[in-house]
């Protein structure tokens, strides 16, 4: 038995999520491989290569790889397959893409979000954003499964595998990448970060957003927003929390002006401690919060970072 | 253009479903049913693509029960032009959706097939891609934005840090996101309208496709229930307790 993993990177870094998945493959038995594609990647690759519990690193290394576009990537990655017992990677935008395709070229099933190991075919899976958790088995013999990071520690840095030129798969043609809209930020990544503080519809505006920021900030915290925030344009898409965006589970979360919504909760009810600031008391936030506070947060979130 | 739309049926989004004691699934008796929220989505780019003149015809595709026939019905008074329901009574997971999926693209070829990225209830996300992966054909995940010209389409997709524009040559699959659009309301005389137009019925048998699920539920289980909070007065005691008693600042 061994595990493929396939690393999000942007060539330099790895992306967080990649070791929270070598993690969950190391738990699925046997040995883990990381496979690193992409252009000029060279960086990533040897940060792999640190990663506990990884014994080898393959790079694929050519033009075709740098968007990291599905088509191309399923090439790659299912003629690799077929030697492994598990291909895992991070469930990202990028892992999202490219492992169905995979698992319906190799005629498997996918097994999507896992945030458990039960055994080397067993896995636990969030459905119905979060309000059942199944526990699925598999009988296929590769077992293509996307992990959810909150889910498990990222490997400590403690490795030193071997790193290993592969060749390139074809260049499928099928598409082609335009042009990227990062969104540029000094506070930490969303999905990594140790503290969120989150926006809602509450904050009325994108100018009085600056509240949730001015605490973030105060709190070296990364900024969320539920749905409302995002569609009123107070705050980008990649911001959005919940079943239909990012998975957090930070060390502190705080929520402002969110009602809770269960599509919301589904994104963040698994944080160490969640501090609801909302002026309904009937809001469902409060059904998850540690602390509560009813109030204007016009007021009491200015108040919080003064105070901090 | 034709284009295909795939539409399921799943349990409204407003409904917080409860695991039944046996824990062999969640309860779905007397739940409200609606389309998937992500299909209304797509079913409105498809229309808006058809009103726009860069499509001729939308037909929309569930497969699924007898009932999915209601969610034929809301996507035929929408505006879709016609409708085919792949019926069995058989769990299907997102693999067999494909291959059906795909039998029904050889039978119809549309050029392009505008599914939703999620189904609220598996949450797998996988349809699309595994469809387009079958079929050979690109795929855009996660559209927000759709351009078409010609013989292609200029797509912006949220990714993980903002945006990415790709462009893709027809034939093609997208999957809508959130932001694609706001699906329209069918009014009543479209929806009246919408009992006249084409729906046809297969079965996976007459599409040669073997249905069997691969993945095995071994239980459906409540998730971790988060411990009864406390309310505090001001932020003066929010601060101290955060300090104090759960230590995170
Ligand atoms: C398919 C689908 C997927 C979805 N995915 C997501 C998702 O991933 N993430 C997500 O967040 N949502 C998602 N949603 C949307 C979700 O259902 C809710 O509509 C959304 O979360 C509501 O955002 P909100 O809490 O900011 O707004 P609202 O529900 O409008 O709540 C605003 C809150 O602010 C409070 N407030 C107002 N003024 C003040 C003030 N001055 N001081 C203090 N409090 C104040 C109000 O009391 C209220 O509770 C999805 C919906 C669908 C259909
Ligand atoms: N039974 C089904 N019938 C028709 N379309 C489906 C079905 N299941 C999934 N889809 C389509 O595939 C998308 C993604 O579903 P999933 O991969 O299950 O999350 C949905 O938004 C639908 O467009």
Redesign the pocket.
């Known amino acids: 038995m061994s595990a493929l993993v396939i690393a999000e990177h942007d060539n330099a870094r790895l992306k967080p999520g990649t070791s929270n998945a070598v993690t969950a493959a190391a738990k699925m038995g046997g040995d883990v491989h990381v496979l690193v594609a992409g252009q000029g990647c060279a960086g990533a690759a040897a940060e792999a290569a640190k990663l506990a519990g990884v014994s080898k690193v393959l790079v694929a290394d050519a033009p075709h790889y740098a968007g990291a576009l599905p088509e191309n990537l399923a090439a790659l990655v299912t003629p690799l397959a077929k030697g492994y017992s598990h291909v895992v990677a991070a469930a990202s935008a990028v892992g999202k893409g490219f492992m169905p395709r995979v698992a319906a070229l190799l005629d498997v099933a996918q097994v999507s979000e896992i945030v458990a190991v039960e055994s080397p075919d067993t896995f636990v899976r969030p459905i119905y954003a979060g309000n059942a958790f199944a526990t699925v088995q598999s009988p296929d013999a590769v077992k293509v499964v996307t992990v959810r990071a909150t889910g498990f520690e990222e490997a400590a840095a403690t490795g030193a595998a071997p790193v290993e030129a592969i060749a390139a798969g074809p260049d499928t043609g099928k598409a082609k990448l335009l042009g990227q809209e990062l969104t540029k930020s000094a506070r930490p990544e969303l999905v990594a970060a140790r503290r969120v503080v989150s926006?809602?519809?509450?904050?009325?505006s994108a100018e009085n957003f600056r509240l949730v920021e001015a605490l973030a900030d105060k709190l070296g915290a990364a900024i969320g927003?539920?749905?409302?925030?995002?569609d009123s344009g107070f705050v980008p898409n990649d911001c959005?929390?919940?079943?239909?965006?990012k998975i957090v589970a930070p060390e502190l979360y705080i929520a402002?002006?969110?009602?809770?919504?269960?599509?919301?909760l589904?994104?963040m009810k698994d944080s160490k401690v969640i501090v609801a600031?909302?002026?309904?008391p009937e809001?469902p936030?409060f059904q998850v919060a540690d602390y509560g506070l009813v109030?204007?947060?016009?007021q009491?979130v200015p108040e919080l970072t003064a105070q901090l | 253009m034709k284009i295909l739309v795939p539409v399921k049926r799943v349990v409204d989004?407003n409904v917080k479903v409860r695991v039944k004691a046996d824990q062999t699934g969640v309860d779905l008796a007397n739940v409200k049913m609606s389309m998937?929220?992500?299909d209304e989505i797509a079913v409105e780019e498809a229309l808006k693509l058809k009103e726009a003149g860069k499509a001729t015809e939308v037909v929309a595709v569930s497969a699924g029960p007898a009932a999915c026939q209601e969610t034929l019905r809301t996507a035929l008074a929408m505006g879709a032009d016609r409708a085919i329901l792949v019926e069995t009574d058989a769990e299907l997971q997102p693999l067999a959706v494909a291959k059906l999926l795909k039998a029904v693209v050889q039978k119809e070829s549309p050029q392009l097939v505008l599914a939703g990225k999620q189904a609220?209830d598996d949450d797998a996300n996988q349809v699309g891609q595994m469809l387009a992966a079958l079929l050979d054909w690109a795929q855009v995940t996660f559209a927000s934005k759709i351009a078409a010209d010609g013989g292609k389409l200029t797509v912006t997709r949220e990714i993980d840090g903002g945006l990415e524009t790709v462009e893709v040559a027809l034939p093609a699959v997208l999957t809508a996101d959130?932001r694609l659009n706001t699906p329209r309301y069918a009014t009543l005389p479209n929806i009246m309208k919408a009992k006249k137009k084409p729906l046809d019925t297969l079965k996976p048998a007459d599409l040669g496709v073997d249905v069997a699920p691969r993945l095995k539920t071994l239980k459906v289980a409540e998730p971790p229930k988060r411990k009864g909070g406390v309310m505090v007065k001001d932020v003066a005691e929010l601060v101290a307790k955060l300090k104090s008693e759960a230590k995170v600042i």
């Open positions: 926006g809602g519809r509450g904050l009325g927003a539920s749905r409302a925030a995002v959005q929390v919940g079943q239909t965006g402002v002006g969110i009602s809770g919504a269960i599509q919301h589904a994104g600031i909302n002026k309904d809001a936030i109030g204007d947060l016009f009491d | 989004y998937n929220p992500f609220i959130l």
